[in-house]
């Protein structure tokens, strides 16, 4: 058993049972607060995406869904990284190097941070991978390669119902015959989806715009076209 901010991970042996806790945290752990049906809405969208995915051909940790808020998963070992896809400039990228939120990048950007709160998850790139052993620079690149193949599926995926995805976070892990494999969360936590100028992501709650579980549950609705 393992606990984090947002998943208790269960050891089945071979594999892992995840569950979807309704914590909600953000700016580095300061801000904190339990929504109600937040675990069973992130856990629902993450197990329909990543059956879409694997049906696209995107190898990931999906095995079943456990309703309401389980996923029995492919046991990983996990690279300690934040893996970032961006079609659109926002949150720390603006931050670092300025311009307006939404704006557009000429080309998709992926970006590595490392996950320790301690150091406050760094930004690195693959030399610092390297020289930290923490993966080869042949990993490396094939995580990037499968992170801008599998953003730009879903981003494909919410343009067909009207979103724009602006941003998306993956963690990878290795499986037991070392294959890159997509693991974690794919949910309104962990990208940046818009519509019209409308949010219905994580920066709902970051920066206090009203109840960011009305918004989620409109993202599970338009997942729900995804048969499990
Ligand atoms: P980013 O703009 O780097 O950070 P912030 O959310 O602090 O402005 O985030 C880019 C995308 O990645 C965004 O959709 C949120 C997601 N993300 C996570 O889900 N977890 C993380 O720890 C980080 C750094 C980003």
Sequence with gaps: MYEGKTKIVEDLGDEVLLHFKDDITAGDGAKHDVLENKGSICAE???RLMKMLSEKGVYNMFLEFVPPKKIRARKLKMLPLEVIVRFKKAGSFVRRYGGTEGEDLPQPLVEFTYKSDALHDPLMCVEHLEVLGITSREVAKKVMDEAVKTATILKEFFQGHGYELWDIKFEYGLDKDGNVCLGDEISPDTMRLRKSGEIFDKD???????????RYKVVLELCRSISL
Excluded: F
């Excluded at 970051?206 to 960011?212: Q, T």
């Design 204 to 214: 709902v709650y970051r920066r206090d715009l009203g109840d960011p579980m009305e």
């Design 45 to 47: 969208v993450t197990a």
